[in-house]
């Protein structure tokens, strides 16, 4: 039987991350990493009805020797850079705890994770690190002082290491969400005119099998009718 290609994703207990690994199953074997082993246990079983050998990761990514000791000797042809949290609330509001766990979720762990499989990517002359940014990497809101800084980062890190990588023959991408129905949203949001996991999920698919000479850089999706029409009324 021939091997499957695998994908390594972050953030896959739930959400986005979630329904990109469920995506993913039918064609590639999983390495799946969050924090939270229950959820990661129930998505293995879910995946592996769909043919994916799995492997279940609990790791909080923010910690450097924790990814080195679970990520360094896994290879993978796919890594899907997905972890990330939001607190949005005015900047003065925003706690030292709140500010430095953006920064090291969606930031630092970045670096870890990247840093831990890229090398294995390089040296076999091809791969693929699509990470999930946001529409936040160009745009800018009140009250996203440090995430919407976060996903700035993300963009021209993204677009530095894409330049730097292609010529070895590894492809770096970027899918840029607008609003997602996911938990990243306090309970309680109404999330109902907000586009799915699975929609973002589809993108990253579309990524993944575009022929191996073209680099699709970067993509936006969003939903097609936003939540105030033009004239400021809701839907
Ligand atoms: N929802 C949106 O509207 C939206 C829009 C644009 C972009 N995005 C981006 O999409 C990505 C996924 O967000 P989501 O909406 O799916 O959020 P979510 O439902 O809150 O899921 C976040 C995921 O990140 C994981 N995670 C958080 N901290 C972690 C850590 N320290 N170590 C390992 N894993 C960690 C969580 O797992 P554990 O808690 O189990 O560790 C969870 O699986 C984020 O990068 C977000 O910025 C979301």
Redesign the pocket.
Known sequence: MPTRPTALV?????????AIALELASTHDLVV????AR??WTLADEATRRGAQVTPIE????DPAAVDRELDAVDCDVLVN?????VLKPFLQLTPDEWH?MV???VN?LYHVTRAVLPGMVERGRGHVIT?????ARNTFVNGSC?VGT?HFVRGFCECLMLEVRDSGVKVSMI??????????PAGTDTSW?IT?ED?ALAVRHQVDTPPHLLQYSVEVRPLTPKRRRDGSAR
Do not use: H, Q
């Open positions: 972050t953030g896959a207990s739930r959400g986005i991350g979630r990493v969050a924090r939270t959820d990661l790791c909080d990514i923010t997905n972890a990330g949290v939001a766990r090291d979720v969606n762990a999930i940014s946001s529409t936040a995430y996903k840029n969400p607008g609003s997602v129905a996911t938990e990243l949203f907000m996991p973002v």
